[in-house]
């Protein structure tokens, strides 16, 4: 793909697939151009991608990248590479050429091993809708119809992880199993962890913070990429947009960061009202965004491994519930959260949460 007339067919691809579908979410062109472009985008201070595009003659029937995050082959020690940004029609040739495209491209840059999708990293858009077809996405969460799933699979792409997402009633106290409560009222005087907020003027001073949780809490997760520095300042821009006092919360003892939780207001409900642009009335949703939202993603709730026992995640939900009394926001989803992940999936079933949303990771060998 070369030139700004790529570019454009590549970010309007799934608008034309997909304007149909009524849970579908357009995105910000001006935000996914802007997140494509190497020179405005975190990831490539320490990733490539290539970028292709499928035709049928002069019609653009699909897309995908394939990328290499060198951070993560660090980390993990292999030579892993992803494909992301996966659309198409519904045809299996489409996805035979895109494939074959994204294999050769990681196989000239030393890779043995495809995973994916993911846009670029796990942490941004990750995998390919199984269940939930019916419900909207919520920020950060891709949206496909079935066809997505069989397409992969005859390809000859085979699972490697399931994420989920659980939706949880946070207004409703009573679905609640009560050892929750005991145990958060436990944490202070027992283990003297207390909760605060962050604040937007030192949001990345708390991103330094979470990046310290959050390389501790999941580095030994399935998919874990570390974050750069570089990305630390991109996210904190990032959330700087959807930024809410009461919902970024972070554990503390003393001067030490013990866990975090990052929940965002549901900004795709302002998304769905500006279809995509700005203009003329786009920018006048976004700055209404604080009433029109009524829900949220748990996108980061994590705690350091040697605090893990001292109930500091049970008073962290109950913050949230705390939070979802005073305002209009009584719901959302948490993850997503891998399959095998079974403290995590436990404590929302504790909290009468249930799986709404499943996303597959594929993998192929090289």
């Not at 405005?40 to 699909?62: E, I, T």
Request: contains cysteine; aromatic residues 12%.
């Amino acid at each position: 793909m070369a030139g700004r007339r790529d570019l454009k067919a590549f970010v309007e691809l799934p608008y034309r697939l997909h304007s149909t579908s009524p849970q579908w979410v357009p995105p910000l062109r001006l935000e996914r151009y802007a997140f494509l472009t190497r020179r405005l985008n975190a990831f490539f201070s320490h990733g490539d991608a290539g970028y292709f595009l499928a035709r049928r003659g002069d019609r653009v029937v699909g897309r995908i990248t394939a990328q290499v995050d060198r951070n993560y082959n660090a980390f993990h020690q292999d030579a892993t590479g992803m494909f992301g940004f996966l659309e198409l029609e519904d045809d299996p040739e489409v996805m035979g050429a895109l494939l074959d495209a994204a294999t050769a491209w990681l196989r000239a840059h030393g890779c043995d091993r495809m995973i994916g999708p993911m846009d670029f990293t796990i942490n941004d858009e990750s995998g390919v809708l199984i269940e939930g077809f019916e419900r909207e996405p919520m920020i950060r969460q891709p949206w496909h119809p079935p066809y997505y799933q069989a397409r992969c699979e005859e390809a000859g792409l085979v699972k490697a992880m399931d994420l989920l997402m659980w939706e949880l009633e946070i207004g409703d106290r009573a679905a609640m199993r009560p050892i929750l409560f005991e145990l958060a009222e436990q944490v202070t005087p027992k283990h003297g962890i207390t909760v605060r907020r962050m604040s937007r003027r030192h949001l990345r001073a708390d991103m330094d913070r979470f990046a310290d949780v959050y390389n501790a809490a999941w580095s030994r997760n399935w998919g874990f990429s570390p974050y750069g520095e570089k990305d630390l300042d991109a996210y904190a821009q990032e959330l700087q947009l959807v930024f809410d006092k009461d919902w970024f919360m972070v554990a503390e003892v003393g001067d030490e960061t013990v866990g975090v939780a990052i929940t965002i207001p549901d900004i795709n409900q302002v998304l769905r009202k500006m279809k995509g642009r700005l203009l003329p009335l786009g920018w006048w949703h976004f700055l209404n965004r604080r009433r029109i939202i009524d829900r949220v993603r748990v996108g980061f709730l994590g705690i350091k491994p040697e605090y893990q026992h001292t109930g500091v995640a049970a008073l962290l939900y109950v913050e949230h519930f705390n939070v979802a009394e005073r305002t209009h926001r009584k719901w959302g989803e948490m993850g997503w959260i891998l399959e095998t992940n079974r403290a995590m999936n436990r404590g929302m079933a504790a909290m009468n949460g249930r799986v709404v949303k499943r996303y597959r990771i594929y993998e192929q060998a090289l």
